[in-house]
T-cell receptor, first 112, second 122 residues
Framework: AQTVTQSQPEMSVQEAETVTLSCTYD???????LFWYKQPPSRQMILVIRQEAYKQQNATENRFSVNFQKAAKSFSLKISDSQLGDAAMYFC?????????FGSGTKLNVKP | ETGVTQTPRHLVMGMTNKKSLKCEQHLGHNAMYWYKQSAKKPLELMFV???????ENNSVPSRFSPECPNSSHLFLHLHTLQPEDSALYLC?????????????????????FGQGTRLTVV
């Protein structure tokens, strides 16, 4: 099955602290791409970070970084120094065979 | 205009109506996608047009019909919908190519999304 699982429907973090969102996926392929997307209330899905499966080094984008464990099929997102603007739905996604597969999302609340 | 634009933003239709959703991308991409987003569920891929090939999710009912007249435009034609079809419909585009080494589709960009059409079927 080509599934992406996000086991945390909702999480909360204090402003300026660090939070980690979990994602696992299922694929029999060795070549694929992984993503984290953010969807604020405006509904626009915005790319947060991207990882190609053949790259062993974990991707980072400013305060956002991933922990990619290929053997475990795990792809978690760490947000450091959380800001109020980080509050949104976060979706984990995988691409292969011409398709993007998405998880059900994690709602992140940021407390001031 | 830049990015991916979807119209209309909101649509209310009766079960006997026929309507169409429109998506336009100004990014020069060669792949376009329709997704259905329902609360607390994974985004459901409905249709893909990529490298002049149409890929569809076999579980999508025939009351949804896609059309992709060119690489910049994508439509979703709706007829005799049911209340359970009420959802946010998202369009996305990306740039893909062929990996000549593996023969697989290679993704050159991430998916860029429109703001969606909120559809309510009454």
């Amino acid at each position: 099955a080509q599934t992406v699982t996000q086991s945390q429907p909702e999480m909360s973090v204090q402003e300026a602290e660090t939070v980690t969102l979990s994602c696992t996926y299922d694929t029999s392929e060795s070549d694929y791409y992984l993503f984290w997307y953010k969807q604020p209330p405006s509904r626009q899905m915005i790319l947060v970070i991207r990882q190609e499966a053949y790259k062993q080094q974990n991707a980072t984008e400013n305060r956002f970084s991933v922990n990619f464990q290929k053997a475990a099929k795990s792809f978690s997102l760490k947000i450091s120094d959380s800001q109020l603007g980080d509050a949104a739905m976060y979706f984990c996604a995988r691409y292969n065979f011409n398709k993007f597969y998405f998880g059900s999302g994690t709602k992140l609340n940021v407390k001031p | 205009e830049t990015g991916v634009t979807q119209t209309p933003r909101h649509l209310v239709m009766g079960m006997t109506n026929k309507k169409s959703l429109k998506c336009e991308q100004h990014l020069g991409h060669n792949a376009m996608y329709w997704y259905k987003q329902s609360a607390k569920k994974p985004l459901e891929l409905m249709f893909v047009y990529s490298l002049e090939e149409r890929v569809e999710n076999n579980s999508v009912p025939s009351r949804f019909s896609p059309e992709c007249p060119n690489s910049s435009h994508l439509f979703l034609h709706l007829h005799t919908l049911q209340p359970e079809d009420s959802a946010l419909y998202l369009c996305a585009s990306s740039q893909v190519g062929w990996d000549t080494g593996t023969g697989n589709v290679r993704l050159n960009t991430e998916a860029f999304f429109g703001q969606g059409t909120r559809l309510t079927v009454v």
